[in-house]
């Protein structure tokens, strides 16, 4: 009788053992399934900041067209009123413009540094994310060949 009590108590224990096994399982899949959803919810962050940078741009560049014609209307009534007022309103406006398109530049490399810069930052995550999983599935991997160690009584 003791070695049927010795041998149920080791399956009690294995069941035990199975049941805080599978339940780190289920946690890690939580675990990866949460990490998802965060890496996601960044993906759709960046991307959301990506297009407001996009719309701040386009409202800039709206504006610098509006101030473009203002200054185009700016010398037409100078024309009219004195030819040497356009003369010098056309030498400041190509100045404005050169400083325009400066700015101009200079945003689009900025916007093109931000977006290197959130790919560089979307490929780090990808690749803690995949290093994280793949880091779980040896966990994994390890808690099933103990799992199955000691289901074969090793």
Request: glycine letters at 2%; zero cysteines; aromatic letters at 2%.
């Amino acid at each position: 009788m003791p070695a049927n009590i010795n041998a149920e108590a080791q399956s009690t224990v294995s069941a035990e053992e199975y049941y805080v096994l599978m339940t780190e399982v289920r946690d890690l899949k939580n675990t990866v399934a949460a990490l998802r959803s965060a890496f996601e919810q960044e993906k759709i962050d960046k991307e959301k900041t990506v297009q407001a940078a996009h719309a701040a741009a386009g409202s800039e560049i709206a504006q610098l067209k509006a101030t473009a014609a203002a200054l185009r209307d700016t010398l037409e009534q100078a024309r009219i009123d004195r030819d040497k007022s356009v003369q010098d309103a056309v030498v400041a406006t190509n100045h404005e413009i050169v400083q325009l398109r400066a700015t101009a530049a200079a945003l689009r490399e900025t916007l093109e540094l931000e977006r290197a810069d959130k790919a560089r930052s979307v490929q780090a995550a990808l690749r803690d994310a995949a290093d994280e999983i793949q880091q779980l599935k040896s966990t994994v991997a390890a808690l099933r060949d103990a799992v199955e160690s000691k289901r074969d009584g090793r």
